[in-house]
């Protein structure tokens, strides 16, 4: 007979609630009391355990109440690998999209970062109360950032690599002191990859 599996409710909310609060996997693991592999292979058992079209998983389709289709046709102990992947993946959509949207905001701007409100008293008596509003300005290093990521072959920049190794003037002296050729010694390097 197999072993038991840690996979529970409990177990599954801790890991879940580890990967909306934006932890990795190895955290996430931690957090539900488990080894990273013992994560890992639960990930990979219920991806093994979606029906199969072409050698390829099918796309997971939900019905409109939001339960996984098809999902009957998956015997119990397999189901429970299978809902735990949904989940894992559902939560760790979530949370990304969380960081896409304050990228989005800081590249786009226009949020509110201070508000002040100032009462000022008229001349013929009463008082208005004057609201300054200061608003983010568009940040371009965030949607820099965003574009080189999520559109590499468009936008991402080519990496440069200078490398420069030098022999520098005592040590050339020294080997001239030893009796040994400078001209011998390796050529400066100089790569530059634009």
């Known amino acids: 007979m197999g072993r038991g599996t840690k996979l ?23 957090a539900g009391g488990i080894h990273s592999n013992t994560l890992y292979n639960w990930i990979r058992r219920g991806r093994e355990a979606l029906p199969h079209a072409d050698g390829e998983p099918k796309p ?10 098809g999902i009957t046709r998956i015997n119990e102990h397999d189901r429970a690998f299978v809902v735990f992947l949904v989940e894992f993946m559902r939560a760790r959509l979530e949370v990304e999209g969380v960081y896409l949207d304050v990228i989005r905001s800081a590249a786009v701007g226009g949020q509110l970062i201070r ?9 013929g008596g009463g008082t208005k109360i ?19 990521r999520a559109f590499r072959r468009r936008w991402a920049q080519s ?22 050729d400078p001209s011998a010694l390796p050529p400066i390097i100089e790569v530059v990859d634009h």
């Open 8 to 30: 529970n409710p409990d177990t599954q909310t801790r890991i879940l609630r580890a990967i909306r609060r934006g932890y990795q996997n190895e955290e996430v693991a931690a």
């Open 115 to 123: 508000e002040t409100t100032e009462e000022i008293f008229l001349k």
């Open 60 to 69: 997971i389709e939900y019905t409109t109440t939001g339960k996984i289709k």
């Open 159 to 180: 990496p440069t690599v200078v490398l420069t190794l030098e022999v520098i003037d005592a040590e050339i002296e020294r080997l001239e002191a030893e009796g040994a």
């Open 130 to 148: 004057k609201t300054v509003r200061e608003w983010s300005r568009p940040d371009p290093k965030a949607a820099q950032w965003y574009l080189e």
